[in-house]
């Protein structure tokens, strides 16, 4: 079975490009908050493909789960590069860092 793709956001989601179609190819996005879940929501996302998990720079050390949100037990890597090319690690070395990690069975 292929992994699907989850798309999280890099930081608080001011400066989100909410209506850019990539948003709608994600299996599941993981946004910071249920404010900016609902922004998805009045946009006519479906509701079953957004969750608020929190702003993870400030909730990091608050909250640890249970049991992993994902189905495949391998190691999961969430990277979320900045959409914006001068604020982005992925043109420096993010494809680079994804086949490493995707090579040791990691998910992507």
Do not use: N
Request: proline content about 6%.
């Amino acid at each position: 079975m292929r992994a699907k793709f989850v798309k999280t956001s890099h930081g608080v989601g001011s400066m989100s490009a909410r209506d850019d179609p990539r948003r709608r190819a994600a299996a599941l996005t993981l946004v910071p908050s249920q404010r900016e879940r609902q922004t998805y929501l009045d946009r006519g996302f479906a509701p079953d493909r957004f969750v608020a998990t929190g702003y993870v720079k400030a909730d990091f050390t608050h909250r640890t789960h249970a049991a992993p949100p994902f189905a495949d037990t391998r190691p999961v890597v969430l990277y979320a590069p900045h959409w914006q090319q001068h604020r982005s690690s992925w043109w420096r070395w993010g494809r680079r860092s994804c086949g490493g990690s995707s090579r040791t069975g990691a998910t992507i």
